[in-house]
């Protein structure tokens, strides 16, 4: 499991179907910024990255994801020095890790609802 | 004899002497009276010497008038001469100017080509390819990123020659930028197999007031040149604090890497200079990562040496330090020993989620639950997720809440309703949280009134929360949005009959 869903219990204060409900918004989230960040990278846009990367950093510390946070704050660390060099790297770590977290999120709603 | 005072004659005259000469003379005649006769008294006054102090002087201003045409002349050509250098310094100053708007435009038009040359490589290495398809695309890729290196640089190193780069002296963590300088490099030295370590004296205080911009992309510069020059070993970074009056921060940045010569040290931070040739043609770069490093600490009115033994260390080369002397103004005399002690504790397995500010659950704070009854709450938030967590724990505190995605909806909000707190995101599309609480507070003059804005920020600097507080804000929680935090803040600004204990 690539994050800790008890911090996430607590952050919504110990509300399953909210929680239940912010996983599934992150879901989504993942994959639009994702590829508004891939898109940034793609045109050399540092503050389009930022903002994308930003946006996913709260969420991500609230869930206690870690790995994808530690690498969401690198990236935001490369656009805001406008130093894009390792950002595709970063950047397919962190899809990675996103991808895993989406499999996590389907595994942790499938155990909630039996 | 009786003078009848009638001087009858009064002027110069030359008489010849009896041997010839001639002698210039005043004559006077006056009419005096001798014994009841009237007669005529005529003297001559030998004026020889007068005269020819008459012609001296007469010579000496002919002279004299005559240097100071010179003068005059010289003047007025030299008045041309600065004239026509001062043209020529405008004209050099305004040429250099050209050149460096030339360059950093120039630098900027070719980087975002080649962010997308990387990009697209990237993507298409991660499909699938032949084994030949794979070397040839990673040789672009490899290729792309040694050129926005050389891009990147002469893009800050005109930035500097333009004059274009400003000094900040703001209040900063300074372990903050030291662990994103870290970050930064922690993949790039993993993959070289080195060790990348930061000592930081415990005297160090825990925030400081310099640039932190500048500050970073010094020590991105020192450690990204170690990183590329050490092949074996380890790259320090140390910082202390030196001199009685402790305001003066030491940086020193050491490898074990291939070191300089002692004959290139002197020149290693000129513009465009590497040790030797070898160097450039085996590491590349352009040369400029120290000189722009130079360049940032002398406007920071710091200074910096190298340091590189003659001799070979034990592990990997002879080793290059580059010791940095910064003067910085200290804003918390709190030693950094307490973030150190957080951050050795993240990186020996605890979670490192708990330095963006999540902290273990405290007690719970279910007894504060209505403190906002009756009470109604402007949430100012575009991302879906905080939103949503934070309507409800708002709500759970009993607030009716309503919510406006960006600051201009917001200030909208705030218009057509009363409020009696407003918790503001920073960052937003269309109007950011700045902006809209500036608006806001310029409604509240012409209203009379004052709601209490509260920032939710994941900005971490104080000097970022001293602007949230400059735009008129009154406050501000960190994100991720915690419960407790958002309840201690509330308790601040609700009436405090309200708060059920």
Known sequence: MQFDYNRLLTATDGDEDLAKELMMILETQFVDQLTNAERAVAEGDCRQLHLAIHTLRAPLATIGATPALELAQALEALANSSDLLNAHTLLGKLRKELEQLTADFVTIRGVMTT | ?501
Do not use: W
């Open chain 2, 1 to 501: 004899m009786r003078d009848l005072g009638q001087g009858l004659d009064n002027s110069d005259h030359v008489i010849r002497r009896a041997d010839g000469t001639q002698v210039p003379v005043l004559k006077s005649a006056r009419s005096v009276t001798i014994k009841g006769h009237e007669k005529l008294l005529e003297t001559f006054v030998d004026i020889s010497a007068h005269k020819q102090l008459e012609a001296a002087l007469e010579a000496r201003t002919r002279e004299l008038e005559g240097a100071k045409t010179s003068l005059e002349r010289n003047a007025a050509y030299l008045s041309q001469v600065i004239e026509r250098l001062k043209q020529a310094q405008d004209d050099a100053d305004r040429a250099n100017r050209a050149k460096s708007d030339f360059l950093a435009k120039m630098s900027h038009e070719i980087r975002t080509p080649m962010n997308a040359i990387i990009g697209m490589t990237d993507l298409v290495l991660s499909t699938e390819l032949s084994q030949q398809q794979r070397e040839y695309l990673l040789i672009v890729l490899q290729s792309g990123e040694n050129l926005l290196d050389v891009i990147n640089d002469i893009l800050d190193f005109s930035k500097i020659e333009a004059g274009k780069i400003k000094i900040e002296n703001v209040e900063f963590s300074l372990i903050e930028v030291l662990r994103a300088v870290e970050n930064l490099f922690g993949m790039r030295v993993k993959e070289k197999g080195l060790i990348l370590e930061t000592h930081i004296d415990p005297c160090v205080p825990e925030r400081v007031m310099s640039d932190p911009t500048r500050l970073r992309q010094i020590l991105v510069n020192l450690i990204g040149n170690s990183v590329k020059f050490t092949e074996e070993g380890r790259i320090t970074l140390r910082v202390e604090l030196e001199g009685n009056e402790q305001t003066l921060l030491h940086l020193s940045v050491s490898d074990t890497g291939i070191g300089i010569p002692p004959d290139a040290q002197s020149r290693i931070f000129d513009s465009f200079a590497q040790a030797d040739d070898t160097t450039s043609r085996r590491y590349g770069g352009t040369g400029l990562g120290t000189t722009i490093s130079r360049q940032l600490i002398e406007l920071m009115e710091g200074t910096i040496s190298v340091h590189s033994p003659a001799n070979t260390s034990k592990v990997g080369g002879p080793g290059t330090t580059f010791d940095i002397v910064l003067p910085v103004t200290i804003s918390q005399r709190k030693p950094f020993v307490s973030q150190k002690q957080a951050v050795d504790e993240s990186q020996a397995g605890q979670s490192s989620v708990e330095d963006v500010g999540i902290q273990p659950n405290r007690e719970p704070s279910s007894h504060f639950d209505g403190i906002g009854l009756g009470k109604k709450l402007l949430l100012v938030e575009d991302n879906k997720f905080n939103a949503i967590l934070a309507v409800a724990l708002f709500r759970k505190l009993g607030f009716e809440v309503v919510t406006a995605t960006n600051g201009q909806l917001a200030v909208e909000a705030y218009k057509s309703d009363t409020f009696d707190l407003v918790f503001m995101d920073v960052f937003m599309p269309v109007k950011d949280g700045f902006l809209a609480t500036e608006e806001i507070r310029d409604f509240e003059r012409s209203a009379g009134r004052h709601t209490p804005i509260i920032a939710m920020t994941a900005l971490a600097s104080d000097a970022d929360r001293q602007r949230c507080l400059d735009a008129g804000m009154d406050d501000y929680v960190s994100k991720p949005i915690r419960k407790d935090e958002l309840t201690d803040c509330i308790i601040k600004y609700v009436a405090s009959d309200s708060v059920i204990q």
